[in-house]
């Protein structure tokens, strides 16, 4: 069994010793604890077994807690008398399996096993929004990296966080990865942009507004600050955001207090405050245009995203992203020669990632299902044509990830295979079995890789038997 250790918290001597009776028959490693030594005993990366007894004395939301700060994908076994419905209600309910006591051994086998079952579909379920949230950053660049090493180290914590970088970069991504990886991803992620609402709207936007507050106010209304009440409020644009209402931002994060439009009663909020800017606030302060107290305020955790023209080796990445994401979305799809790519890799991008994905999506209509080559991108790209072959065999390899499964068979991409790729039969036709069976081993070997080389999870990736993968391996001689 998967399980080797366990944490038994129970009150109840008489049933904890039979429990550890049978846990030690099993194999299992069993320590006795109190409820109050959990969260000393456990750790983060390495959360055992926990058997909660109803002997126990607890308070629901201190496991609620203890699941929140550790992000356990553990669930736990809840002992309970038979007659007795469990005290742990719905808030955790995906985290723990229930057990009556006594019970027979067949029943507590089979407990142990949907235990198991449970921790490992929670898992994959963690792993694949992960990986979802976190292909939005995409990239293999130092650049990307520092960000990701920087969101890990910040994530966990309450501290604020300034997000700087030019418009398009993606600054809204960070805040969003530091949202989810955070204890407080279960509240809601709240966005404004602060340069984008007019002034005199901005303060309702935020603190909300009481009926009669202004004309129009019609009924009551509330604001980000309490929409995003336990999580995350993401201030976009604070550089851009009026002196009057800095100072009435930097009230509410001193004194964590604010009063809604045409009211005086008070009103305690619980936010993490994430914000962002295109602008130099230094330099902004240095013009009086940024209040200094509000700057230190926010600039607890700076995090800096550069430019996409200070790392042009994350652009094939991104075309491939936005590529698949035209995919998922059923808007079609297209395919970039390397050449392409070469030119989109000299470019400037003054307007980022941004300006990137408009592009690829105007070309997935323009040429849908085709092949772009230098020719067909706009005008400003084609001074690019050019460049030395001896470039266009660095970016070949680059690009490897952005043909299809087939390129993980063959390494060098011709224009024969590009078409193939995007579903366009060549002129000279094809020899379609042997494409076919590049096509299958290219897919079975994308699963193994994506699936670390686990059969089973690559059969399912696959929507195949076990047994009917193992014998496509065999035949490929994989």
Known sequence: MALQKVLLIDDDEKRGSQIESVMSFLDYNTKKISLDKLKKTAKQDELPLVMLGDGTVFNEMDIVDFFTQYKSQQPIIYVHNKGKAPKLGTAIARHFVSLEWP???????????????????????????????????????????????????VCMSDATVLILGESGTGKEVIARNIHYHSSRRQKAFVPINCGAIP???????????????????????????????????????????????????????????????????????????????????????????FREDLYYRLDVFPITIGPLRDRVEDIPMLVNELVQRIERDKKGTVRFTSAALMALCQYSWPGNVRELANMVERLAIIYAYGVVDVKDLPDKFHQFATSSTHVQEELALEAAPLEDATSRAAQSVTPQQNNMSAGILPQQGIDLKEHLNNLEYSLIQQALDESNGVVAHAAKKLNMRRTTLVEKMRKHGM
């Open 199 to 289: 002034g005199e709207l901005l303060e309702s936007e935020l603190f909300g507004h009481e009926k009669g507050a202004f004309t129009g106010a019609l009924t009551a209304r509330q604001g980000r600050f309490e929409l995003a009440e336990g999580g995350t409020l993401f201030l976009d644009e604070i550089g851009d955001m009026p002196m009057q209402m800095q100072v009435k931002l930097l009230r509410v994060l001193q004194e964590k207090v604010f009063e809604r439009v045409g009211s005086n009663k008070p009103i305690r909020c619980d936010v993490r405050i994430l914000a962002a800017t295109h602008r130099d606030l230094e330099h902004e302060i240095a013009e009086g245009g």
């Open 103 to 153: 019970t027979t051994y067949q029943n507590f086998i089979n407990c142990i096993r949907k235990v198991q079952l449970t921790e490992h579909t929670l898992t994959e379920e963690v792993s694949q929004r992960a990986a979802e949230l976190f292909r939005s950053l995409v990239g293999n660049s130092q650049e990307v990296k520092r960000v990701r090493q920087l969101i890990q180290q």
